[in-house]
């Protein structure tokens, strides 16, 4: 069963190195947005399973007013990227729910260590929805 993951970075760098680890991780369909309004347009025909974002996104929406509303519209559980570790960041982050906080740099091990936890309770759950 692939996970569909929608990874929404406006870092390109970060962006590619991020989908080469979830791609590497198992049966993954991975799609990418820079910004919060494209994450939003492609999570409505994408439907992905999870979304990685960066809490720092330019442009008219931040991370968390992303995910906010990727839950609310869409019921998508999401993990947290950030480099911003202040204290206010993270508490205004944990209040919208994230399966996990990341933070930058990225270390490869971590994420992929991480993401083979998130994926085989992702699909577990798949499986007991689909029954």
């Known amino acids: 069963m692939k996970l569909k993951v929608l990874i929404v970075e406006d870092n390109l760098i970060i962006q590619m190195f ?38 720092g996104l330019c442009g008219d929406l931040n991370g968390i007013e992303t995910a906010t509303i990727l839950k609310e519209k869409f019921n998508i559980p999401f993990v947290y990227i950030t480099g911003n570790s ?10 919208t729910g994230p399966l996990h906080i990341l933070k930058k740099p990225i270390d490869e091990h971590e994420l992929n260590k991480e993401f083979e936890v998130i994926r085989q309770k992702l699909l577990e759950s798949k499986l007991e929805n689909s029954k």
């Open 18 to 55: 991020i989908e080469h680890i979830i791609t590497n991780v198992g049966d993954t369909k991975v799609k990418t947005a820079d910004n919060g309004n494209d994450a939003l347009g492609t999570a409505e025909t994408f439907r992905p399973d999870v979304v990685l974002l960066d809490i």
């Open 86 to 95: 202040d204290y206010n960041t993270l508490e205004s982050a944990k209040k």
